[in-house]
């Protein structure tokens, strides 16, 4: 059983209203990053578009909660870069034509190409809540209340893709589509 016991001061990433701490990452051809109804929007842009936490992050035993919901496209619309000790993955949610969920890179191999692929249908429009817990042993991830990630690091090598590694320490991006995001917490979790 999972203890999910939050430490408190739980941290609120985005107050609805600013994009302080936030910084838009210059991808060449990215979409406009707005506020609109307490929300961030990623805009839709020629590849990728995406936002990146300014300030300090935690590298292990922490959680990031949020709601996400693709706009327009028909590709991933979150993309969450994180940490996890001295390493960094992206959890895709909705990559590869929309459906494609998982961890990019273990071994060297992409969510499309590892064994932490699940496909899951989100259409456009509707908000979904997610989850990312992130231990020194294990990444679990879940959207709504179905558990798509469920990965024990043991001795696999986790890397980036070349094309979010600004995104450190924490990010999030698109591809060819439009993101809505609302609701961004860390919280710090004890084993």
């Known amino acids: 059983m999972i203890n999910t016991k939050s430490i408190p001061d739980d941290k609120v990433l985005f107050d609805g209203v600013s994009l302080d701490h936030w910084q838009v990452i210059d991808y060449e051809g990215h979409g406009v990053i707005s506020i609109a109804d307490s929300c961030i929007i990623i805009g839709k ?30 590709d991933f619309f979150c993309g969450m870069t994180f940490p996890v000790k001295e390493s960094f993955l992206t959890l895709v949610l909705g990559g590869w034509g929309g459906s494609l969920c998982g961890l990019s890179c273990i071994d060297g191999y992409d969510a499309a190409n590892n064994f932490t ?33 469920d990965f024990t690091i ?38």
């Open 45 to 74: 842009g020629e590849f990728i578009s995406g936002i990146r936490w300014t300030e300090d992050f935690p590298k292990t035993n922490y959680e990031v909660t949020l709601y996400a919901k693709r706009v327009d496209g028909n």
């Open 117 to 149: 692929s699940k496909i899951f249908y989100f259409g456009t429009g509707a908000w979904w809540s997610v989850r990312l817990r992130v231990t020194d042993k294990k990444i679990e991830a879940w959207v709504a209340q179905d558990k798509i990630v």
């Open 154 to 191: 043991g001795n696999s090598s986790l890397s980036l893709r070349l094309e979010v590694e600004s995104s450190v320490p924490f990010g999030i991006t698109t591809y060819k589509t439009t993101g809505a995001l609302r609701d961004i917490k860390l919280h710090m979790i004890s084993e």
